[in-house]
C-alpha cells in the first residue's frame, strides 16, 4: 500500500508519499516562511491562498519525484485538523476530491497524531511511549499506547513553547520563524547570564505555562539601564532557549514517572521545537535517568510535512480506520475526541 498525504495545516503546503514497509517515496514543501516574514508570523488568509496556488503543482510534483503515477496510489490522507481553517480546508477538499475521483479509500488526519506517529516511520517504535510533542502551536505530553489511543499527561495552559521562541525572537529584532533565529544567536550567547521565570516548575504535574516568560524577555529587552554588554542579545536568546530547555526536560521527567506503570518503550519527541539541539540534549539526559532510549525524528520530519500525514495514513487505513468525504476540517481537534472516533471504526 502507497499512500499520498497532504499538509496544509498552516504556513507549509507539503506533500508525500510512504509505503507501507515504511519507505519514504517523496518529501516536497513548498514554503510560505518568506512570505510571512513581512508580518512577524503566519498571516492565515495569505496562508490559505498560497495553498490553493500550489497545492496541485506540489502533489504533481511528489508524484514526479517519486516515479509514481495515480494508478499506484492505494489511499489518500490529509490534514484535517488542527489548525488555521482556511488552510485546512483547502488540503481537505482536494484530497477528498481527489479520493471521490480515483475511488480511493481516505484518511482524515489529526494533525497531532501525525506528529506522534512519525517515530513509528523513522525508527520503528514499538507502543506504548511518551511523546513529548511541541511546536508553535501545540506543547504536550502524552502516552502513546497505540493508534487513536492517547493518554494526555499534561499540556500548557496558555502559549507553546514554539510561539514563546517566536514572540521573544520578534522582540529582539530576530527574523520569523523565530526558533531557528534564537537557535543560531544563542550559539554566541552566555545561557547563565539572565536568570529568566520557569513557570509551574515547582508544581507536581505535566502542564505547562510561557505567557510570563515572553513578558520576562519584553521587559529583559525594554529596559532602560541595560546591563553591560556587547552579547546582550545573545545572551537573552541563550538564556531564553535554556530555560525553555529546562522546563520541557522537566515536565517530562514527571510525566515518565507518572507512565512508568505502563511501560514505556521509549522517550520520543515531536514536533518543530523537537529540532532544537539545547532540548535534545536535556531530553537525551531526562530518558537516561528513565534508562529509555530517546528517539526524535530527522528535523525534516519533526516541522510540518506531508510524510508524516501519509504514515499517518498508512497507520489508520491498515486497520480499517478510514473516513467518509463528510469528515470536517476542524480549526480544533484534541485527540481525545479522536479516540472516541476510532473506538467508534474498529
Known sequence: MIILGIETSCDETAVGIVSEDRRILANRIASQAATHQAYGGVVPEIAARAHLQHL????????????????????????????????????????????????????????????????????????????????????????????????????????????????????????????????????????RRFALPRPLMDQDNCDFSFSGLKTAVRRLVEREDKPEGTNFRADVAASLQETIAHILAGKTARALALAAHEKPTTLVAAGGVAANKVLRLALAKTAAQSSLPL????????????????????ERLRLGLSDGFDAPARPRWPLAELVKVAKTSA
Open 56 to 191: 496541485d503543482h506540489v502533489v504533481l510534483g511528489a508524484l514526479d519525484d517519486a516515479g509514481l503515477g495515480w494508478s499506484d496510489i492505494g489511499g489518500i490522507a490529509a490534514t484535517c485538523g488542527p489548525g488555521l481553517i482556511g488552510g485546512v480546508m483547502v488540503g481537505a477538499m482536494f484530497g477528498k476530491a481527489v479520493a471521490a475521483a480515483r475511488k480511493l479509500p481516505f484518511a482524515a488526519v489529526n494533525h497531532l497524531e501525525a506528529h506522534a506517529l512519525t517515530a513509528r516511520l523513522t525508527d520503528d517504535v514499538p507502543f506504548p511511549y511518551v511523546l513529548l510533542l511541541v511546536s508553535g502551536g501545540h506543547c504536550q505530553l502524552l502516552l502513546v499506547r497505540g493508534v487513536g489511543d492517547y493518554r494526555l499527561l499534561g499540556g500548557t495552559i496558555d502559549d507553546a513553547a514554539g510561539e514563546c521562541f517566536d514572540k521573544a525572537a520578534k522582540l529582539l529584532g530576530l527574523p520569523y520563524p523565530g526558533g531557528p533565529a534564537i537557535a543560531a544567536l544563542a550559539e554566541q550567547g552566555d545561557p
Open 295 to 314: 528517539v526524535v525524528p530527522p528535523p525534516a520530519l519533526c516541522t510540518d510535512n506531508g510524510v508524516m500525514i501519509a504514515w499517518t495514513g498508512v
